[in-house]
């Protein structure tokens, strides 16, 4: 099993909504990330989470705010966004070791702000 | 920094024709290499990875050799259809969590 689920598989809200992400794995990767992809480019990290705790942040606005309740789930929680957060929002996972380094991504969710 | 170089797309061929996509990286050490599809409205699938110089990774008829001597990882098949039409990243993982992607190349091929 080499899967990552996310739901929902798309969403809409408005700028003043709270919606949160969710993402979910069970291949025991002890690493756990979210990305933001805006159309026709490539992933960018927004953060990582290693063995339940954050170990990238890369200087992500506060209204995403990540969370790691356990080794096998992930949330992204969202709060007031902007029209160019709309994205397509990316979880993944991977496994702490030098040679099975490669990482697993899940469907991602289509995020409108309106 | 560690980065990635892929061709430009988009790319265009006829059903069974053959594909090449060009990527070479720059990083220090021994960075693992993979190539990712995403098919419109989907996430990254991983395609195939190579882990050190002269590894072949393979799968599904798409082939890339990790070529430390040119610092490349061209990904290539034999004769494509037209459920290969997607974008495809090649990517490194540069350590400590870091995966470097390239900009991606579409691919459209007709039948």
């Known amino acids: 099993d080499t899967e990552v689920t996310q739901t929902p598989k798309h969403l809409v809200m408005g700028m003043t909504n709270k919606k949160s992400l969710k993402c979910e794995q069970h291949?025991?990767?002890?690493?756990m990330y979210w990305y933001k992809q805006k159309a026709k480019k490539p992933p960018e990290l927004m953060f990582v989470?290693?063995?339940?705790?954050?170990?990238i942040n890369e200087s992500v606005p506060s209204r995403f705010s990540p969370e790691c309740p356990n080794s096998s789930l992930l949330n992204l929680h969202l709060h007031a966004l902007q029209p160019e957060d709309s994205a397509l929002y990316l979880c993944?996972?991977?496994?702490?070791?030098?040679?099975?380094?490669?990482?697993?991504f899940g469907q991602g969710t289509r995020l409108t702000v309106v | 920094g560690d980065s990635v170089t892929q061709m430009e797309g988009p790319v265009t061929l006829s059903e069974e024709a053959f594909l090449t996509i060009n990527c070479t990286y720059t990083?220090?050490?021994?960075?693992?290499l993979f190539w990712y599809v995403q098919y419109p409205g989907e996430g990254l699938q991983l395609l195939l990875k190579?882990?050190?110089?002269?590894d072949k990774g393979s799968n599904k008829g798409f082939e890339a050799t990790y070529r430390k001597e040119t610092t490349s990882f061209h990904l290539e098949k034999g004769s494509v259809q037209v459920s290969d039409s997607a974008v495809y990243f090649c990517?490194?993982?540069?350590?400590?969590?870091?995966?470097?992607f390239g900009t991606g190349t579409r691919l459209k091929v007709l039948a």
């Open positions: 990083a220090t050490g021994y960075p693992s």
């Open positions: 993944a996972s991977s496994q702490e070791d030098r040679v099975r380094t490669e990482a697993f």
């Open positions: 990517a490194l993982f540069s350590g400590t969590y870091k995966y470097i």
């Open positions: 291949m025991g990767h002890r690493a």
């Open positions: 989470y290693s063995y339940e705790k954050l170990s």
């Open positions: 190579a882990t050190k110089a002269d």
